[in-house]
């Protein structure tokens, strides 16, 4: 209180003094006030101030020869003081004025004259004081404990079993004799107390005076040795029973905590709490406050035991209890790219599907004015490393997504953790101000103030290990630890010059060490956790009282969306938060084109030979092969950054979120739209600025559909990281093994048949091969590239004829009458039995399959082929039936290169026309690509393996063998049901299944429930060593 104050109400007190009343009584009055405002230095200070007013306005009033005019002239100077103080004085500090000044009147025993009444009545007129709280106030200072008050307002507190009266509230103190009387004023959050009896009653350590008015301050508590004490939040409940219209009975049973390792975090421990209160929980770190609050919350299922609202398991009962329990994380809760407003209103979306958008909004700005934020509704929350708004304002918010929907049981993790100590204070007035609204609190909460610390009405303490060991009032907790340790004072809770608290103490007591011979402290415990749960026990046996539980729950008035619009929710709010954020519109929009053009302007390679007269051409280009091959890895690697962090960033918010039992798969949903949709537009700009610089006509569409087709199935496996890992830095970490088995292992750098013969096939493609998307995109651009530019696509067919039967007449039935001459050489000698036997099996094997192949070319003599049936004969046929094939295949490679050289010669029948094909084949066909496709640079264009004989040599003419599906690298087209279909097409579809199985992978959390297995076992061998 400020100096000018202090002098004005001296002033006050002295002008309201009545001339013929005793100086001593009035000085006595103002003694008191001035020893409950200031320290006893201070107080004889403004006490004389008092004294030189009083005697210098009784003065001035002999010198008035009219008692009108001395009365008028008291009133100008009330009235003056009094609107000079009004504006610096709050509301509390306004109550503290008046009832000193009732006391002030008519502390001289004679009775409150009317000009004294007139004067005080302009005191609370200028103070605006309501009227009936006026009026109680007087009543309840001036009446005579023979009357009462009838004010719903006042609370009598005596040991009458039988006092019923409908106008006042009552409550029974058994063996309390005298009486307390409280008075509640709504408008100021005030309790004002009074006490007569004869006995000695002590308010906070201090006696109180008799028949005199005090404060009840947060945190009090009323003390004598006949009765139970009276604490604070005992009488404020009694005010506020009549707000709690469904009471919530929050009850642990017996509860125990296992970490999945096997440590104990949470030993034995029953509490119950209700509605209306505020409990804090304290401890050291380490001490298993947030896994206490995670139990409590039903984010983790104890071990043993149980915990209850109302009855009902909220474990066990989880629908029942849907929307009653809200958590507000120590983390910051907030979408850094959104407003306040914005915040708050998607969250209020997804609470109350029954609201109207105008009932939506209004309940979001009332929401943000209650908590003081609507003025800044509109700014950007950002980051707690970026702020646009302050912490305090943050943390509001914060509490705001939670309070908005009115939970019964709210719980806080360290709420004022980096906040000033205003702030601290603000947020927690916040909390009480619920809990006065019937709400039940739990607040974990490290170091508080005084001033938060006498808000709890109640108070849990755990010690290291997961100990519980002390639940009860918070001031008492002071006591009770003191009390243990033998302390001199160990009945003083505050100071009594101040009336302040030191919590820290508690846990000064609770840790204090061994002293050493040199009298430095150890880092052994006096006492250790297990002897303070003992303690607690003991304490908790004979104090603890189970409380009545109610027989329902509390009607819940939210209601959550349908999937789809939860979906729709998700979707708007990702698709905003991205908007609003301009560096990461920038990164992700130019990323891919501004790849695509440093790439494709790279490797836009072309001969500078003076030779060379047609500049750059596709033909000419070799590095198409590298183009193609870096379009893919460019798409996963790209779609795996993109997505990486979306899941991991959010799981702050799920977690909060989870207690409105929201859909996950509406969660999965609208990220997997967004990000593909962003995928869309990034393949899109991607190949129209690549394939545009490399001069690629006519195939955007196709290249952008296996493209995009990779860069989704790169975006579920981002999710799913995302999902399942716990930092941002371990996912970029393993970001590069995922992109670099995708190259390996992709059939471009490294052909499958060269990988190591231990683990691969030289006729196939290994199992690992199949599982990279690398492969599949690669080969659907390599060959849609070959087969389908508009030259190749002309000869194809053609030239798949004179391919196949190239490969037959001229290595494989070469190969074939090669192994027929080893057998006539081998025939006859026993030690070369087994080499016969394989080369007839071989034999078999090929022709079986050129009899299935070719109808009008058989041998009919393919079970002859086998030891001891092989006969000269036999021989001889079979090097007919290879002559005839011969014959067969030059054939029909002689007539599909005369088909082929009428098609050239028909599009090259004028030299116009000539120079037409010329650029035709310049712009759309590729010399390097061809290479690759038709492995032209291999040495081994037969291979003999197992029996049976490879082709090595032209891929992309060659239809696979098997029957669904699998196929040799760079096949044309594949079988699918019994049909072929083009290689692009089968290649897309395998893909989007390998992107369909990632999805339900991340749908069921696969991945990380593998990794939280191996994470347990691993903490289990651990702790078993």
Known sequence: MSEKILNALMQLFAIISRPESKLSDRRTVVESFLIRQLNRELAPKYLKVFDDYYSEHQEKQKEKDKITRRISSISVRVLKICTDVNEELTQQQKVIVLFQLLEFVKSDGNEVSHQEMEFINTVASIFNFPADEYEDIKQFVLTNFEHFPESEHVLLIDNRKDFQHPAVKHSLVEGMEGQIRILYLPSSNIYLLRYVGEKEIYLNGQLLQHDKVHVFTTGSSIRNPQIKPIYYSDVVSSFHRDLMKEKIVFEADRIEYHFSGGKIGLHEMSFSEESGRLVGIMGASGAGKSTLLNVLNGTASPTSGSVRINGYDIHKE??????????????????????????????????????????????????????????????????????????????????????????????????????????????????????????????????????????????????????LIYNGDPIDSIIYFKERVHHANWNESECHACGNVNPEQIFNIVELAVLDEYGKQTRTRKISPQEWYSYYKEYSSENNQKKQ?????????????????????????????????????????????????????????????????????????????????????????????????????????????????????????????????????????????????????????????????????????GLMISDSFKTVVTIYILIPFLVIPQIILSGVLVKYEKLNPAISSPT????????????????????????????????????????????????????????????????????????????????????????????????????????????????????????????????????????????????QRTPEMKESFQWLKRRHANEALEEFVTNKNETDRILEYKNHLYQKINPIYLDPESRFIKAHFYAPRKMVFGRYIDTIWVNIGVIWFMTIILYLMLYFRLLKKLLDSIENLSLRFSQAE
């Open 318 to 467: 989880k629908e029942k209890l849907k929307g009653l329990i809200g958590y507000v994380s120590q983390d910051d809760l907030l979408i850094e790219e959104l407003t306040v407003f914005q915040n708050l209103y998607y969250n209020a979306k997804l609470c109350f599907d029954n609201y109207t958008e105008k009932e939506l909004v209004e309940t979001v700005n009332r929401t943000l004015e209650n908590l003081g934020l609507y003025e800044i509704k509109d700014i950007q929350v950002g980051s707690p490393l970026n702020k646009k708004i302050s912490g305090g304002q943050r943390k509001r918010l914060n509490i705001a997504l939670e309070l908005i929907r009115e939970p019964s049981v709210l719980f806080l993790d360290e709420p004022t953790s980096g906040l000033s100590s205003r702030d601290s204070v603000n947020i927690m007035d916040l909390l009480k101000e619920l809990s006065l609204k019937g709400k039940l609190v739990f607040v974990v909460i490290h170091q508080p103030s005084s001033e938060i610390f006498k808000m709890f009405d109640r108070l849990l303490i755990l010690d290291t290990g997961g100990y």
């Open 549 to 717: 539980a109610g027989n329902t729950l509390p009607k819940i008035s939210f209601k959550t969306p349908n999937r789809f619009r939860q979906f729709l929710i998700f979707a708007k709010r990702d698709i905003l938060s991205k908007l609003a954020n301009t560096q990461y519109l920038v990164i992700n929009f130019l990323e891919a084109p501004v790849l695509a053009l440093i790439m494709a302007y790279i490797i836009k390679y072309y001969n500078v030979n003076v030779t060379n007269q047609y500049g750059y051409t596709l033909f000419g280009n070799s590095n198409l092969p590298v183009y193609l091959f870096m379009s893919v890895i460019v798409a996963i690697f790209v779609g795996l950054t993109v997505s990486a962090e979306e899941i991991i960033k959010d799981r702050k918010i799920l977690k909060r979120e989870a207690f409105l039992d929201l859909s996950w798969s509406s969660y999965l949903l609208s990220k997997v739209g967004v990000q593909f949709g962003l995928s869309a537009i990034q393949a899109l700009t991607f190949v129209l600025v690549g394939n545009s610089i490399m001069e690629i006509k006519g195939m955007y569409w196709q290249y952008w559909l296996v493209l995009f087709s990779i860069w989704t199935s790169s975006n579920m496996m």
């Open 764 to 907: 196939s493609i290994p199992f690992y091969g199949e599982l990279m998307t690398a492969r599949w995109g690669y080969e659907a651009l390599a060959v849609y590239q070959f087969k389908e530019n508009k030259y190749d696509r002309q000869f194809y067919q053609w030239n798949k004829i004179m391919s196949m039967a190239d490969f037959r007449k001229n290595y494989w039935i070469n190969h074939l009458n090669r192994k027929l001459d080893e057998i006539e050489s081998n025939i006859d000698h026993p030690e070369s039995k087994q080499k016969v036997e394989n080369d007839l099996q071989l034999l078999r094997n090929e022709i079986g399959k050129e009899n299935q192949r070719n109808r009008q070319v058989a041998f009919a003599f393919i079970d002859s082929l086998v030891p001891g049936h092989v006969t000269p004969r036999i021989m001889e046929e079979a090097r007919s039936y290879l002559r005839l094939l011969n014959t067969y295949y030059i054939r029909l490679s002689n007539k599909a290169n005369e088909e082929k050289d009428k098609l050239i010669s028909s599009l």
